[in-house]
């Protein structure tokens, strides 16, 4: 197996962290748009037990995916579980285009898978890449990570509830 320098480590770190806070606006902007999305699947109200399924599944399945990213990791290394993460992180640009709203969770909670084998993978190169004297400014960045994506969606640029929301098709 070809060793990965330290830079090549460095620049997967920062590809994982970017990807990630692009996850966290993401997830943000669709639990931000929750109402709208269920108007325009349902075409109204659903019973308020729709929503907790949902949001106890997710909640379920994320705390199943870092088991996942943990065994991928250990079978792919870090290079080709990397790649997967951000493979399954591409299901946010499928998710809008589902034809109904279980296909949409379904994608929704693929990404998350991805979302959070991201956030497994970044402390194994910060232990591995990063000088003993820089891994707390690194390990920051991943505290940080899902804050800063959330604000960039809350931000006044992104802050508008209904511009353009195209779910299931052009409207």
Request: glycine share 8%.
């Amino acid at each position: 197996m070809k060793e990965v320098s330290h830079r090549t480590g460095i620049l997967m770190f920062f590809t994982l962290f970017a990807a990630y806070v692009t996850f966290a606006a993401s997830w943000v902007g669709g639990s931000n748009l929750g109402p709208e999305i269920i108007q325009t699947y349902f075409g109204g109200e659903v019973s308020p037990v729709l929503s907790q399924v949902v949001n106890y599944t997710i909640t379920i399945a994320r705390v199943v995916a870092n088991f996942l990213a943990a065994l991928f990791l250990m079978k792919l290394g870090i290079k080709r579980a990397g790649q997967l993460a951000l493979c399954l992180l591409a299901f946010s640009l499928v998710a809008v285009w589902m034809p109904n709203y279980w296909l949409y969770i379904a994608a929704r909670m693929i990404m998350a898978l991805g979302g959070s084998m991201i956030m497994v993978y970044m402390n194994p190169l910060v232990v591995r890449f990063v000088a003993r004297e820089q891994k707390i400014f690194y390990s920051s960045f991943i505290t940080a990570s899902y804050n800063i994506g959330a604000f960039i969606m809350r931000s006044p640029l992104f802050s508008l509830r209904k511009p353009y929301v195209i779910i299931g098709g052009l409207p």
